[in-house]
């Protein structure tokens, strides 16, 4: 068993240093680097309420904040060097601190823990990570409108069970994802709400016994709110979870997406081609375009589906008020948050390229008996009641399946043998008809379409959902 | 392989009656029955509104209307009759009207599709599972008041990491778990303004070619809005995803409180008791008295867990608009809102039995150094920086350690020998003044106690949060 | 709350009736009911050897033994009856048996536990469903070979990326599939033998203080080994989670099965027919042939993914021996075993019902380039080391692609201008050529197929893998 | 959207570069970077394979074979340089070889593709960090023996329900982790005998045109089989899933023991004392001792679950055969690998470390009727039936709790009170007699732990389960 002088801050209370083992496996500096710029941030705020509140001098308050910025700068410059020994970011910033501005250093851990500390940074990195995620969101919606506006006319087969359904315009089909991001960017923000309250001043678990301002805080920090319970502030790491959710049901979308581009752009779809950029070639088969873009956002989904499990996993049963388990907090939520990013900005990079082989989707749209449900609406109109309707049109597509041809290669006549109600104008229903009929709100009648689209861009605009 | 006659709406369509193994694994009604209710209503509203709107004879229309509601008084007094051929619960009350009122309720089925149809059921449904849901919670979290106003001058060890940290007032650390749930009521609010959303008028997936008004069926149902997409509509299980997810959060929460009533009432802690009418015995220990309800609610939090993952799984790249896939949605959901409820049901039960063995949990708070950081703070107080004066103590906590003393019970010149700046009154620290002095907002402070447990009272009256 | 006259074994022990909330929610008759006759099974060999250990009297043996053969009939006929008040299975068996047999009833509990005697039923249903797994998964795989020996001579396009890649026999498609499974099989025999271990005779958690014979109850019921340690025995659900890891992995298995032949079944791809016995239609699409039992069974995945992490979270930081956090076992263990067995059992029916469209897969096997490969290592045979060979070819592709033109449709002229290495015979080059041509073990060529069926069929036959 | 010059293998098939977004999402360079030695190892043997062949040129295979042993050596001194722009490791090394030896290496890919290559490095890795694994479980088991040993005399309560149940060794306890951890050896092995299978010789999904010698290359890299199926040898990524599920079973393993670390080492129970070299302090608490490294080891299951969750996820649904997606599974891989490996590690460093507080432990078992069980078999030895013995010491221990009372504290007439069965020697009953009472295979007598050690000691040295 390897030991090495402790260089911990509660060396003074162990006889015994700790085993490298132990500390290698409990170090979190790898990962709670990123923090950096959030813990030197809240350490300022505290520093300056401290000294404001009379807690320490006041000029040791003004060298702390000095010494802090001037360390701020340094990660931001990606000058900072980082010791692992001592374990995580808090103490090497405040050990940097040390070394610059003396014993005064010794005085900023008043009247917190680390454990209010490391809460209040998370959560400065969350509000953050969603700013980003609701920016690249708003980019991916934008980019959709965009190849909606483009392809506005374009129709396309709708499916249900993978199976042609009715015919659609191509812009209603991606409109769709416009709402599914949209919901998600209304989840990021109820999110943002509830991360929005600072934890600092709770103290190890109970308050501390300072006069401190936590209002003060707060309104430094741009903070909304202070949170009611110190055992909570410490303990409580819903909104990683939340975070966590969100991000699933976002990535859920864009695997969504992503399965529909790569069976789009399949030989036998051939609806589309996704920009070579964003296409991969192969090792051996020199023929080969493949949607490596599409597939990897799909599979990412995999990794903050896992993400969301590890985290409630982690909760599950833990006793108030702070556990080391918490610490397993950061590098799920870091990797989800990454993937999600990256995932969502390579989408929006990649959907503006995509090319709409209009002639194809269109063909596709006439065929598989796509007006079926059209011809039966038709003979309701005709006095019909539906159910009825249904079962005429389905035995005249037996019929012509078992014949191996189209509604529209029948004859008048043909039709008649299913039922009298069937006159000339049963002939003329086609895709384009077919589509503007369901001019109803949600529909997809060009019409819509045109308002929805109007809609979606006015929602972008104002930012609101 | 078996076969039998095709009692299908499609059977026109089909030269071959279906396999009875496919059958039995396809059919939904096992599960969906449940959506009964919902069913009746959405078909009522719908109808309504083709009558008005002239799309159906106005007489078929309120045949129709008379119809479902003899059927919807039957579902609920128990005797609607389910036939497992008719393969899901919405073919079932079809046929059952079409029984009642003849052809009329062949019109029905006009201006929708099972896609739109199932997709309000479902979110019928989840309407009333979140009422059921919220008033619960707000239950629980009055019973968590009640057993705090009772035990208000209650000391106990505060933990972190398991170890005694600092001594608490009980009632501070059951308020924290009133902000969990206060939490988790914000969530599934936020969850029901996405799911009050109508998706009916969808259609299959691309809208209806009738002139049909869905903000009529929306205000009879009780929606806020309608869906803006069609294929949105019938393709989303978003708000699935998000109850689970927000049950995921809840059941995290009631683990957390499970374990630590489980920890509580063993013989080593020994600080509460549970109600022998929510505990179990053993079938071969004649002394056992075990915290079943509380153990069954910790692991419960497994099954919502995985009902989370479930969903996200179905849901992962699934290609637009419906897909039978959409199906499994509904088995993990009810299992997820049944469990949620009955486990938050049977703790706010409990709860208000628990007796607190309030001289032990006191003794407890004033062993095991829990004082530690007093005496830090007070050589702040003298004017020792905090990280020095955390220091000392480590030392002196590991001098009293080595010896099996207590801090009190070392002499002014034991703590002395440790740092000139202690004085007689470090000797009248006391777990009670300690607890008084973190009187910061959020803090353990009977003052701060007080105060939040009266704004949590308001907030349950208010029912905001 | 609502409390009732205590019914439970331990009420002597208890001042207090259970609180009805608390019963309903810790009551387990509801699923654990399915376990009745591995109970009776159980307990039978249980009492022979009391009797035969001389610990009860034989009289009371023979008895119990009678009494409990009858509930045994009663079970298997659907004729006995449950109640809810008796909490669970084992103490409704135990009371019925007290009703026919009178005080002797009393002595079948000596010498055990409901700890150990659960864990006894629990593996001997998992012996049971094993087995179950193991047969189906067998005819699984025996259709499949069915299908592969009918469409021995079929050619499709082999798939990476979802982009067609090299040409392939759709035999050597299909059995990639039997590969699968025959790994599936191969875990849930290891899953099996570490099920193979009788638990009982490990009392509540220590043992039992009464002369025992435990390989004898061992051999009465077929167990191979008798467990090890009695903690570890009460409090392991190791095989729980095993045999639904091993479910997820063959659910797995099944989605990308499920999910080809939905593809495979699109009008694009147009590859086969599911036979309409398999089939769905729709409420209002009169023309839908849906793959509803493919789709299914892909969503059914997520059930089967959600009860493991269900088990999981159940078991994670579980301290020794059992808590009734165990009980959480078999809801999702049941579930999982029900989903998986339906799953297979339809698509074994399913799958020999498939009819190929060989003409179209030929056909599309031919187009888009799948001969690149072969044209590049034509040119490795002329002497060029590969990577600059797949350059060549990469280019000659680009220019074809460009022209909208085959490789099959360019002149030698023009395979020229790319490399002076091509010759008259890399015009020949055809689809046939190129799946003959890979004619290594495990490769596409009809002879290494044929082998590869003939190998697959012994090892079905011999039952090993 | 920026673009660089494509330096890609199939740049000549594009008419365009990369976008460096996508590059950079698709990129699996830093995490397949520590596929590199496998990539070597695996290389060397198919040039080898390729010369031995004739397929390319002796002197060709010997220069390839020399440069990747200098790449190799370079890989194991840490001094390979890796460029990002080269996507993964795969092309690093290719790319290397080209200048070392020059257009040789254009050779090296003959035969093969990067998705038969890619599948063999993992499963090499796979082979390697099983083995790793499995000596560290060894290593595990070996420590928890050797505490066995040394307390084997302890006596302390057995729990159930967290409830004290009966007495038990300290020893057996133990003893039920290592047959946890033995279970796991089983299911890792069991795992390796799927991984030891080599997928080289599939190509990119077909098999290959040349005439290879798959089995040469098997006994090259120590596999035992070769692939059945080249379709499923490219994409089937079962090993990495029951890699994960085993994971995921032993860290759930490793929860449960660090559980039982962290209660046993609380104040309220005091069982143990965990070495200083394995605890943390605190920030501002400065008598803290937290028990950190069995916490995190609690809370690392959730990354490892978490991880399994992933690649189901991943791999749900996916068609064959290669698809990108598949890209995902070495980082979940890796990460579960490591976190096992370190926490397995850092529990067989502490547990040696652990002092047991034997007289705590002792007391806690005489309290809290842990002999009540035993008072009833009492009866049953003097001819009461269980069932009634059992109610009769229910009351009798009612009674004792209900005056506050042990049952050694209660007098014979009192027993007697309850049934006139008991006589003097129930008097004697002692927690060592209770213990040495459970003398059956498997239970807790000090005779059968001691023969349950030899036979671990055994198991352990036979290296065979």
């Not at 917190?112 to 969603?130: E, P, W």
């Not at 506006?149 to 499916?159: D, H, Q, T």
């Not at 051996?284 to 969301?308: C, F, H, S, W």
């Not at 749209?365 to 539906?386: H, I, M, W």
């Amino acid at each position: 068993m390897a030991k090495k002088k402790r260089s911990k801050v509660w060396a003074a209370r162990f006889g015994k240093a700790t085993d490298q083992q132990a500390e290698a496996f409990t170090a979190s500096i790898d990962i709670d680097r990123r923090l950096g710029r959030y813990d030197v941030a809240g350490s300022i705020a505290h520093a300056r309420m401290l000294a404001k509140q009379g807690i320490i001098p006041e000029e040791d308050g003004e060298a702390i904040v000095r010494g802090l910025e001037e360390i701020g700068e340094e990660i931001e410059a990606g000058r900072f060097e980082l010791s692992r020994e001592l374990e995580d970011i808090h103490m090497n910033i405040e050990a940097s601190l040390r070394e610059k501005i003396g014993p005064a250093a010794d005085r900023l851990h008043t009247a917190r823990s680390r454990n209010d500390q490391v809460a209040t940074d998370l959560r400065l990195y969350l509000k953050d990570a969603i700013a980003g995620v609701l920016a690249v969101l708003r980019r991916l919606q934008g980019a959709l409108l965009d190849v909606v506006e483009v392809n506005r006319r374009v129709i396309m087969p709708g499916y249900t069970h993978l199976q042609r359904a009715q015919p659609l315009l191509f812009a209603h089909h991606l409109l769709a994802y416009f709402e599914m991001f949209d919901r998600d960017v209304g989840r990021f923000q109820d999110c943002l709400r509830r991360v929005d309250v600072l934890p600092l001043g709770a103290g190890a678990l109970a308050g501390v016994p300072y006069p401190i301002d936590r209002e003060f805080v707060a309104r430094e920090l741009g903070f909304s709110r202070i949170s009611e319970n110190s055992l909570d502030a410490v303990s409580d790491r819903d909104c990683v979870v939340e975070f966590q959710a969100a991000a699933a049901l976002t990535m859920m979308h864009v695997s969504r997406l992503a399965e529909e581009l790569v069976l789009w752009s399949t030989a036998e779809f051939g609806f589309i081609q996704i920009d070579e950029a964003f296409a991969g070639g192969s090792s051996i088969m020199p023929q080969k375009r493949n949607p490596d873009v599409a597939e990897l956002a799909r599979a990412k989904t995999g990794r903050v589906y896992g993400n969301l499990m590890s985290m409630l996993t982690v909760l599950k049963g833990l006793p108030l008020a702070y556990c080391l388990d918490l610490q397993e907090d950061k590098s799920g939520l870091f990797d989800s948050a990454d993937t999600l990013l990256t995932a969502l900005e390579v989408m929006a990079a990649m959907v503006p390229g995509i090319r709409v082989n209009a002639e194809r989707t269109q063909a596709a749209a006439s065929e598989s008996y796509s007006l079926a449900t059209d011809v039966a609406d038709y003979l309701v109109r005709q006095g019909l009641p539906f159910r009825e309707a249904h079962g005429v049109v389905g035995q005249l597509v037996r019929y012509a399946d078992e014949r191996d041809r189209g509604l529209s290669e029948l004859s008048l006549e043909e039709y008649r043998r299913f039922s009298p109600l069937f006159d000339e104008d049963v002939l003329k229903l086609d895709v384009r008809a077919a589509i503007e009929a369901r001019d109803v709100p949600g529909g997809t009648s060009s019409r819509q379409v045109a308002a929805a689209l109007k809609r979606a861009r006015k929602r972008l605009e104002g930012g609101k959902r």
